[in-house]
């Protein structure tokens, strides 16, 4: 179980440190009450963190071969995607990353023209968080660690590492943002991606 917890602990502390849904969570907190943004945000990422581990756990029903190769792949897969994007990514990518979470908040605001209703702010940080991490990687990844670990500990892991990542968002999001390097943070989300990939091997080599 601690070994669980602490692979989903690291991987969305890492991943998500400086993702969209991290600079929603900013851009919200800068507009509305950050306890109700607060509020929605982790809402949406634990709700988002229970359905992933469920359907980590319909996989595990398969035979243990194909769900442990597959998340071989799966953890060999994105390490090397995030390790080429970070390669490729120029200095300006964090702030395309800010603009489209820019982006996202205004057709938000316009939609709800901009009321200030509890429930509203509230709905609004909820869905928007949860539309955002829908397909992640994080998501997937989070998916394939429910699939061959303790459930309990991914489960506890991934929602404090997303608690994490909010918290910095909406009480010191603005401070930060424009210090985030994304490409770091890419680079070391890919690295932790195979470090993964190369424990799983060792647990099919040692079993």
């Not at 070994?3 to 991943?15: H, R, V």
């Not at 992933?52 to 998340?71: D, E, N, Q, W």
């Not at 699939?147 to 010191?172: E, R």
Request: charged residues 15%.
């Amino acid at each position: 179980m601690l070994a669980a917890f602490t692979a989903g602990l690291l991987l969305i502390t890492i991943s998500e440190l400086g993702d969209k849904t991290f600079f929603i969570a900013v851009i919200l907190s800068m507009r509305h009450s950050r306890k109700l943004v607060f509020a929605g945000v982790i809402g949406a990422l634990a709700a988002m963190t229970i359905l992933s581990v469920a359907l980590g756990r319909v996989i595990a029903f398969l035979p243990k071969i194909y769900t442990h190769y597959a998340a071989i792949a799966l953890f060999l897969l994105f390490g090397i995607k995030l390790l080429y994007q970070a390669s490729q990514m120029s200095a300006l990518a964090a702030n395309e990353v800010v603009e489209e979470a820019k982006v996202a908040v205004e057709q938000s605001e316009k939609n709800i023209k901009n009321s200030s209703s509890t429930l509203v702010i509230l709905l609004e940080s909820f869905i928007m968080t949860f539309l955002a991490e829908w397909g992640d990687r994080t998501q997937i990844a989070t998916v394939t660690l429910a699939a061959s670990n303790n459930a309990i500990g991914v489960t506890l892991g991934a929602i404090l590492g997303h608690t994490i990542c909010t918290v910095i968002a909406v009480m010191g999001g603005r401070l930060i943002a424009g210090r985030i390097s994304e490409r770091s943070v890419t680079a070391i989300g890919g690295l932790l991606f195979l470090v993964f990939a190369a424990a799983a091997i060792w647990e099919g080599a040692s079993s």
